[in-house]
């Protein structure tokens, strides 16, 4: 069930209060086991919302789209506050810092652990290189490897030119953000097109 603005506003404020206690302490602080699940849901929230404002009020879709931006910004903030401790975490035995870590964090703490101890064997020359099978060519899993990492092939774009009314403020979309002056002739891709037909903003220019 989609959030309300009142809860996603309440979430927005943990998190900003969240990045300021872990910017003004070295110690990792206790979480609400809730606050990474609160977070995600409350942008999942406003992708959906952004997603239905779209077709019909495109000013209500940009401010959306902004806010969800300032969303990522800050959680990415504290994402990398955060885990730059648990990342000291694993290098030294910490065990009353640990018991703050919720559930999240401690079913990846051990796995930094291991991944650190497997380099330093390796730069220490402790551990032998993993060798190819005998009974299997080299050459024969870089092969399959590419294979299954080819990248599946995308629907076919078609961009169509038009011609913007008016002066418009920036239109922030997933690929780029839009900034479009009266009389602009511009090719886009024909579904970006049609919104901006159908909101007046836009007129097709036929070639």
């Not at 404020?13 to 300021?20: F, G, H, I, N, Q």
């Not at 990398?80 to 401790?85: A, D, G, P, V």
Request: overall charge neutral; proline content about 6%.
């Amino acid at each position: 069930m989609p959030m309300t603005p009142k809860e996603i506003g309440s979430i927005y404020t943990d998190l900003l209060s969240a990045v300021r206690a872990e910017k003004n302490s070295r110690r990792i602080r206790k979480l609400d086991p809730r606050f990474y699940r609160n977070v995600v849901e409350a942008m999942k929230s406003l992708e959906e919302e952004a997603i239905r404002q779209a077709p019909v009020n495109i000013d209500e879709y940009i401010a959306i789209k902004q806010r969800i931006s300032q969303f990522e910004r800050e959680f990415r903030s504290f994402f990398q506050l955060r885990f730059s401790k648990i990342l000291r975490l694993s290098l030294y035995e910490m065990e009353d810092e640990a018991t703050q870590l919720i559930e999240q964090e401690k079913e990846f703490l051990p796995r930094v652990k291991a991944l650190v101890r497997e380099e330093f064997a390796a730069i220490t020359q402790r551990a032998e290189p993993t060798k190819p099978s005998e009974s299997q060519p080299v050459g024969e899993p870089q092969e399959v490897t590419q294979q299954a990492s080819m990248p599946e092939k995308r629907e076919q774009q078609t961009f169509v030119l038009v011609r913007i009314i008016g002066d418009q403020p920036p239109i922030a979309m997933p690929e780029r953000n839009y900034y479009f002056r009266d009389n602009d002739m511009v090719h886009v891709d024909s579904k970006f097109a049609d919104l901006l037909v159908k909101r007046k903003i836009a007129a097709l220019v036929e070639t």
